[in-house]
């Protein structure tokens, strides 16, 4: 059977392979022109991971650069097998990055800056990223206090580093003889006319929130550098790597959203800068994002993938339990965002909101037998069926 799927992946590159009816003994595919985000979800042991498997599987075959972001760890090491099975040695080490910030020493600078004039970029990324982390007692005060910190270290005292950041907005001295220094008017403005003026609790929330961060050894050794050791722009547009990006190391779910959440940044940084070099974006290689339990990717931030990401010919699949987790309009935009929704067994809220796509009464969804979904395309002709999720160690 295994034979049969690759035979299949490797002749129909028009094709992606979703599931497959084991009544009718045949593989269900979408055509891979179609293809721009796509959204899995269902309840835990549904079979989300193995569908995911199946889209990475045919990224393997096709010599395809993806990254995947897994917060708890299962499906990066399962995949990390197949890639140990798929790949010959030599490319297995050329293209596959494994990191996990408690087992690996890579160093990740993610605001590390190598074109000056585009430098807003990264810094808006970055406090986007970081948004995710503290969604909730955010504010336009601790991100304006935030952008500024970055802006002065970014001009006064590069490279900037997270710890910069904090003594910025801990150390008054250092922070006023970096501001003398600024050519900047705006950034001196800002710390000598406007930030005295705000409360001293502005400043703790935004202090507190990288010292949480810096207070993790194993957060601050990869991401608290002045350098990066890895190219991940070299990475992905040059060798068209893989990289599995492995959280599972006892994080709190906060801490888990914001590593999650940088990841997204750097793709995001990578992919902007596309627009230099392609002047046809359309033209440039594919690449693939997974993100599992998307549910730990605040709503705003995950409008915001699903968008930017499009425009840079990158696909999105995002794989969570529930639509729950998404405030109400996110939840309505998923189809649109997305224009591939596959559906296992669900709570009863997904059933009722995704119904409507695949022509069925809710009550068909959530009383799916486990690891049968239905699925949805919204492409240049709508495809939709019901389908058994292929089981990769079959």
Same mark, same amino acid.
């Given at each position: 059977?295994?034979?049969?799927?690759? !035979?299949?992946?490797?002749?129909?590159?028009?094709?992606? =392979?979703?599931?497959? !009816?084991?009544?009718?003994?045949?593989?269900?595919?979408? %055509?891979?022109?179609?293809?721009?985000?796509?959204? /899995?979800?269902?309840?835990?042991?549904?079979?989300?991971?193995?569908?995911?498997?199946? @889209?990475?599987?045919?990224?393997?075959?096709?010599?395809?650069?993806?990254?995947?972001?897994? %917060?708890?760890?299962?499906?990066?090491?399962?995949?990390?097998?197949?890639?140990?099975?798929?790949? %010959?040695?030599?490319?297995?080490?050329?293209?596959?990055?494994?990191?996990?910030?408690?087992?690996?020493?890579?160093? =990740?600078?993610?605001?590390?800056?190598?074109?000056?004039?585009?430098?807003?970029?990264?810094?808006?990324?970055?406090?986007?990223?970081?948004?995710?982390?503290?969604?909730?007692?955010?504010?336009?005060?601790?991100?304006?206090?935030?952008?500024?910190? /970055?802006?002065?270290?970014?001009?006064?005292?590069?490279?900037?580093?997270?710890?910069?950041?904090?003594?910025?907005?801990?150390?008054?001295?250092?922070?006023?003889?970096?501001?003398?220094?600024?050519?900047?008017?705006?950034?001196?403005?800002?710390?000598?006319?406007?930030?005295?003026?705000?409360?001293?609790?502005?400043?703790? #929330?935004?202090?507190?929130?990288?010292?949480?961060? @810096?207070? /993790? +050894?194993?957060?601050?050794?990869?991401?608290?550098?002045?350098?990066?050791?890895?190219?991940?722009?070299?990475?992905?547009?040059?060798?068209?790597?893989?990289?599995?990006?492995?959280?599972?190391?006892?994080?709190?779910? !906060?801490?888990?959203?914001?590593?999650?959440?940088?990841? =997204?940044?750097?793709?995001?940084?990578?992919?902007?800068?596309?627009? !230099?070099?392609?002047?046809?974006?359309?033209?440039?290689?594919?690449?693939?994002?997974?993100?599992?339990?998307?549910?730990?990717?605040? #709503?705003?931030? /995950?409008?915001?993938?699903?968008?930017?990401?499009?425009?840079?010919?990158?696909?999105?699949?995002? #794989?969570? +339990?529930?639509?729950?987790?998404?405030?109400?309009?996110?939840?309505?935009?998923?189809?649109?965002?997305?224009?591939?929704?596959?559906?296992?067994?669900?709570?009863?809220?997904?059933?009722?909101?995704?119904?409507?796509?695949?022509?069925?009464?809710?009550? +068909?969804?959530?009383?799916?037998?486990?690891?049968?979904?239905?699925?949805?395309? +919204?492409?240049?002709?709508?495809?939709?069926?019901?389908?058994?999720?292929?089981?990769?160690?079959?």
């Amino acid at each position: 059977m295994m034979k049969r799927l690759e !035979d299949l992946i490797l002749n129909n590159p028009d094709q992606i =392979i979703v599931g497959y !009816d084991p009544y009718k003994d045949r593989f269900y595919s979408i %055509p891979s022109s179609s293809r721009v985000h796509t959204l /899995i979800v269902g309840e835990t042991g549904s079979g989300k991971s193995e569908t995911l498997k199946l @889209l990475i599987y045919q990224n393997i075959l096709r010599k395809e650069g993806f990254m995947l972001i897994d %917060p708890h760890g299962s499906l990066a090491r399962q995949v990390m097998k197949i890639l140990e099975k798929e790949l %010959p040695t030599e490319e297995f080490k050329k293209r596959v990055l494994y990191i996990n910030p408690e087992v690996t020493d890579y160093r =990740i600078n993610p605001l590390e800056v190598k074109d000056y004039s585009k430098r807003h970029i990264v810094v808006m990324s970055f406090i986007s990223a970081l948004k995710n982390l503290y969604e909730y007692a955010w504010g336009d005060r601790l991100e304006t206090i935030l952008r500024n910190a /970055i802006n002065l270290v970014m001009e006064c005292d590069p490279p900037c580093t997270l710890s910069k950041i904090a003594r910025v907005l801990a150390d008054n001295k250092h922070r006023d003889m970096l501001v003398k220094s600024a050519v900047d008017k705006e950034v001196e403005y800002f710390w000598f006319n406007i930030y005295p003026n705000y409360a001293r609790e502005a400043f703790t #929330a935004v202090y507190n929130k990288l010292d949480k961060l @810096l207070s /993790i +050894q194993s957060v601050r050794k990869t991401f608290n550098v002045e350098e990066s050791n890895i190219d991940i722009d070299k990475a992905i547009e040059e060798d068209n790597s893989i990289i599995i990006v492995d959280l599972a190391s006892g994080f709190t779910d !906060d801490i888990s959203r914001f590593l999650a959440s940088l990841f =997204i940044h750097i793709l995001y940084i990578t992919a902007r800068k596309r627009i !230099d070099k392609i002047e046809d974006l359309k033209l440039a290689r594919q690449y693939y994002l997974y993100i599992d339990e998307a549910q730990l990717i605040s #709503a705003f931030a /995950i409008r915001e993938v699903l968008n930017a990401l499009r425009k840079f010919n990158v696909k999105v699949t995002l #794989a969570t +339990q529930t639509i729950n987790a998404f405030d109400k309009q996110v939840q309505k935009e998923l189809p649109a965002l997305c224009r591939t929704v596959i559906c296992f067994r669900s709570d009863i809220d997904t059933a009722e909101a995704f119904a409507y796509l695949f022509n069925v009464k809710a009550e +068909q969804i959530y009383t799916l037998p486990l690891h049968y979904f239905y699925f949805y395309l +919204q492409g240049e002709e709508v495809v939709k069926g019901l389908a058994k999720s292929y089981l990769m160690n079959e």
